[in-house]
């Protein structure tokens, strides 16, 4: 037997779980022996072993159970990593315990995984622990489920023994986030459906083990497209270079883009990018990756790059699930470390909102956490620490807690949700009001329109609002008086504040044709206010004429219209002015954007 090298084949990273004596290891022996990824020495030496243990048969589980404890038991203790390939892929697997007092070990086994292979034996059925491993694979947001329902040759291969378990876990998991689950029967000791279709089993369709595992897709395909690169080590060989390394744990990173440092918010550029083979113009999310900048920053470990206008919670205070994985109980008020990405700060635990119960799922009040139970925990930290909620990226959602004297850690957690955030106050000061003014017919509108999908192509959070739109519904009740119409301005300016309070570029299209009224605008909206006069002679306006309102006007119909029977006043201190007549759309737009960029920055 040789084993498989498949250097450019795609990494799976698959996690198991089952109850004690499920088979796990028998089934990653078989899935090694059947695969070619044993040595014929290592084989033999296999052989030999379950014969002076008097097995009749090779003992394949003895692959997998490497320490001599788990030998001598016969179950699995600690997380035992093996490797296998295939023509398609290669597999990195966890065989972790099946024991409920080895909770912990499966959640360090799963919190990397593609995808999680469950075992059940089919003479058993669901048992706690096969919904204590369910539940975990759902907190953990596993993306793939291999529910494999093993020792089916012990029940005579019946398909209403498969059937009725699959109905169960199907009827649990319905309670949980999990999603893209797939049910395997199998008898691993007799290769039954590990790497061939089994003949005994004809009522069953679907793919062996091994085939549905050479279709998982690697998470990293799955990762989000937030940028996301903690800093882990400083490198300064000599005075002429600093680099900051660290892993990118999600989004692309390219050669020449602009950055935001978190905490201190410093704006930087890529200047140079360099991964494992030296230097390269991009980077993918996975990658072990040294940057350099074009000037001078202090930058630490624990520090974090991230894009300008994508930011995660920077916040002192979250809410998580976590799985406590120490002998000593949880006890409120007591300060722990919190370890997050490159990033360690102190943290109090305020309180434990409730256990889960992993049986019914209901969630009990309690005081403590005892080892291996799962609840969800309020906790407030020294420093910042920035956050994505564990369900939109997995590398920015996980944490550890440490005792800060023993240095043991205590528990696991998947943030839920972070409060106070002050990447919400950060979102506040982003939001920006472009309010254009001009006559009708100047081209408002169509810049708007044009400049809002421009932003929103560059992943910016861009409104229009509207005179006509505000008319039909907020302010239908006013008319056309001088009074009504800075009625009519005076609540739109409050609209847009609002809009960028919430962190929103609203691009405003109003004529206000005085300046007593822009004046009123840029005092109520603040610093976050862009005047833009969008400037068209009377002539052209009336050229273009896109409503007709014009004409209409001349012909009397229209008693107060802006530039004919009402004055227009040339702003008096306008930040951008923009003459339509001259320049295209395309190249206000382009302008109208840079302005907003250099705002954000």
């Not at 009725?164 to 049910?183: C, H, K, M, P, T």
């Not at 003949?199 to 990762?223: A, F, H, I, Q, S």
């Not at 999600?250 to 950055?259: C, I, N």
């Not at 007549?581 to 954007?593: F, I, K, M």
């Amino acid at each position: 037997m040789a084993t498989v090298n498949r250097p450019d084949a795609e990494i799976i990273r698959i996690s198991t779980a089952g109850s004690v004596d499920d088979g796990k290891s028998t089934l990653l022996g078989r899935l090694l022996v059947d695969t070619d990824s044993v040595y014929e020495d290592q084989f033999e030496s296999l052989k030999r072993t379950s014969e002076h243990r008097g097995e009749a048969d090779v003992n394949l589980a003895l692959l997998a159970d490497g320490l001599k404890a788990e030998r001598e038991q016969g179950i699995t203790i600690d997380v035992a990593y093996r490797y296998f390939s295939t023509a398609k892929k290669r597999f990195i697997v966890a065989d972790t315990p099946g024991h409920a007092q080895y909770t912990r070990n499966m959640i360090t086994g799963a919190s990397t995984a593609d995808a999680s292979m469950i075992l059940i034996d089919a003479r058993h059925g669901m048992t706690e622990q096969s919904k204590r491993h369910a539940f975990i694979t759902s907190l953990l947001r596993v993306p793939q489920v291999v529910v494999v329902i093993n020792k089916m040759d012990l029940v005579d291969y019946s398909q209403e023994v498969f059937a009725s378990i699959e109905a169960s876990f199907r009827d649990y998991g319905q309670r949980l986030a999990l999603s893209n689950v797939q049910f395997i029967p199998v008898s691993a000791l007799l290769g039954e459906n590990v790497a061939r279709r089994s003949e005994l089993m004809p009522w069953y369709k679907g793919p062996c083990v091994l085939e549905r595992l050479e279709d998982l897709t690697p998470e990293g395909k799955r990762t989000p497209s937030d940028l996301r690169l903690p800093i882990q080590y400083v490198i300064r060989p000599d005075q002429n270079f600093r680099g900051y390394m660290g892993r990118l744990e999600s989004g692309v990173l390219r050669s020449g883009d602009e950055l935001l440092v978190l905490p201190s918010g410093q704006a930087v550029k890529v200047k140079q990018l360099f991964d494992l083979d030296g230097e390269v113009q991009e980077v993918a999310s996975g990658t072990n990756v040294l940057v350099t900048f074009d000037r001078e920053v202090d930058v630490t470990r624990g520090d974090m790059l991230v894009r300008p206008r994508n930011l995660p919670a920077v916040t002192q205070s979250l809410e998580a699930v976590a799985c406590w994985m120490s002998e000593e109980p949880s006890i409120v008020g007591k300060p722990y470390l919190l370890r997050h990405t490159t990033r360690e700060v102190s943290a109090i635990l305020e309180e434990v909102v409730y256990r889960f119960d992993v049986e019914t799922l209901h969630r009990d009040e309690v005081r403590c956490l005892q080892m291996n139970d799962i609840g969800r925990l309020s906790l407030t930290t020294g420093r910042p620490v920035f956050l994505d909620t564990y369900e939109h990226n997995r590398a920015l959602g996980g944490f550890l807690l440490i005792d800060p004297v023993s240095n043991n850690v205590m528990a696991a957690g998947m943030v839920t949700r972070s409060q106070g955030s002050e990447a919400m106050k950060q979102g506040q000061k982003t939001g920006q009001v472009v309010w254009l003014t001009g006559l009708s017919g100047a081209g408002k509108s169509t810049i708007s329109d044009a400049l809002i999908e421009l932003l929103r192509k560059e992943g910016l959070n861009a409104a229009r609002l509207d005179g006509d739109d505000l008319r039909e519904g907020l302010n239908s009740d006013l008319g056309f008086s001088a009074e009504d119409r800075s009625e009519n301005l005076r609540r739109a300016a409050h609209v847009a504040k609002l809009f960028a309070s919430l962190g929103h570029i609203t691009i405003c299209s109003f004529i206000t044709p005085m300046n007593s009224d822009r004046r009123k605008v840029r005092q109520i909206i603040g610093d976050q206010y862009i005047e833009v006069y969008v400037r068209a002679s009377l002539a052209q306006c009336e050229q273009r004429d896109p409503k007709g309102l014009y004409k209409r006007a001349r012909a009397g119909e229209i008693r107060e219209f802006t530039g004919i029977t009402s004055v227009f006043e040339e702003p008096d201190n306008p930040d951008i002015v923009v003459d339509t007549e001259d320049l295209t759309v395309d190249r206000v737009v382009r302008e109208l954007a840079e302005v907003i960029r250099r705002r954000l920055r």
